[in-house]
């Protein structure tokens, strides 16, 4: 695997997840903690981006009032609804300070759904960069992370989930999702051998 066409996808790393007082932390926290998440995800861009890696956040955000959903009377997008999470320009939205940034990450706007490809320029970005290994972590494991990394299959890049840098809101689910749905549509690896085989190529 090449650092130079490789890209980190980093779906929603926001205090709304991540952070103690986020809407859904206290339903995250627990795999968050299972995993080390959090620590694994910045150990692997650290030294991902060293190597020549493309870092890319994807954030997700909505005005006030969630003009941007339907109304729902089901599911996850109702859920960040009613919970008032993701709100553009609040403490819950912002990008985790548990992550390392640097000035040459590239953050795309626009996700407002479950796909992070579906309403954002992430497929021009990477297109852009020259990218074919697309690497996935982040939030939820079996609902945007999935989602993504679907979409990224069909589109024809070569795609990693990386197990141990994606949390959701039980062990049953990331375990499901690990062992059952993500191997159709991705090599999973956890972050140390992702950054294995990127040292060794």
């Given at each position: 695997m090449h650092p130079h066409n490789t890209a980190i996808v980093l779906i929603e790393y926001q205090n709304d997840f991540t952070s103690p007082g986020g809407v859904f932390h206290d339903a995250v926290k627990g795999v968050m903690q299972s995993s080390n998440m959090l620590a694994n995800t910045a150990t692997t861009i650290?030294?991902?981006?060293?190597?020549g890696v493309t870092i890319i956040h994807m954030p997700i955000h909505f005005a006030e009032g969630y003009p941007e959903l339907t109304t729902r009377s089901y599911g996850i997008l109702k859920g960040v609804s009613d919970g008032h999470a993701f709100l553009a320009g609040s403490w819950g939205a912002e990008i985790t300070d548990a992550l390392p940034r640097d000035?040459?990450?590239i953050v795309?706007?626009?996700?407002?759904g479950l796909d992070a490809f579906a309403t954002t320029g992430l497929d021009l970005v990477l297109r852009n960069n020259g990218i074919q290994n697309l690497v996935v972590a982040g939030f939820l494991t079996n609902c945007c992370v999935e989602g993504t990394v679907r979409s990224g299959y069909e589109k024809g890049y070569d795609v990693v989930t990386l197990t141990d840098c994606t949390a959701t809101f039980s062990d049953e689910q990331q375990h499901a999702a690990e062992q059952f749905t993500l191997?159709?549509?991705s090599q999973t690896l956890q972050h140390s051998a992702f950054l294995q085989a990127l040292n060794a190529g």
């Open positions: 650290e030294q991902a981006r060293k190597l000035p040459v990450d795309i706007e626009g996700k407002r191997p159709m549509f």
